[in-house]
């Protein structure tokens, strides 16, 4: 073990610069896992594992669904829809039938993100619709609906 002699100064280049990198790396963790995130869900209100099955009417019922080519068709219609306008007949629908619920569908071997972009449009049809002061429940139905 090496001595110090009285008085001597420790030079910077005595410091270990390992010894700061591994402080710095457990100040790093510890500030990581003490933070809290917010916890931000998705505003939507979605069947529960029991609920109980009602009838709907067909008009007001509107469903989005992707294909397997991450084609979006509304209603069972046999064209396709761009995804561009598919914000703008979701407002048009909302705007003319209060009661509408919105049921979106995906195939399960749709391209990955396609449910996303059009969750998203309708979640911007939502706001524009808000943004007017309409107000509107976001509903999202998931097969709970026998349509009359």
């Known amino acids: 073990m090496a001595k110090f002699k009285r008085g001597s100064k420790i030079s910077a280049d005595m410091v270990g610069e390992s010894s700061m990198s591994d402080v710095a790396f ?4 510890f500030f990581i896992v003490s933070t809290t995130f917010p916890e931000i869900g998705l505003p939507m209100i979605l069947p529960t594992k029991g609920g109980d099955v009602k009838q709907v009417k067909r008009e007001n019922v509107m469903q989005i669904v992707t294909a397997r080519s991450g084609a979006y068709f509304i209603d069972i219609d046999t064209e396709s829809t ?27 071997d749709a391209p990955y993100g396609s449910m ?3 969750l998203d449009e309708v979640t911007l049809a939502y706001d524009e619709l808000e943004a007017a002061h309409i107000r509107r429940e976001h509903r999202i139905s998931l097969k709970m609906l026998e349509i009359e």
């Open 26 to 29: 457990l100040l790093l963790i």
């Open 82 to 108: 761009p995804l561009s306008e598919l914000k703008g007949i979701v407002r048009q629908r909302l705007t003319d039938n209060e009661n509408l619920i919105l049921s979106l569908e995906t195939h399960p």
């Open 116 to 118: 996303v972009d059009a």
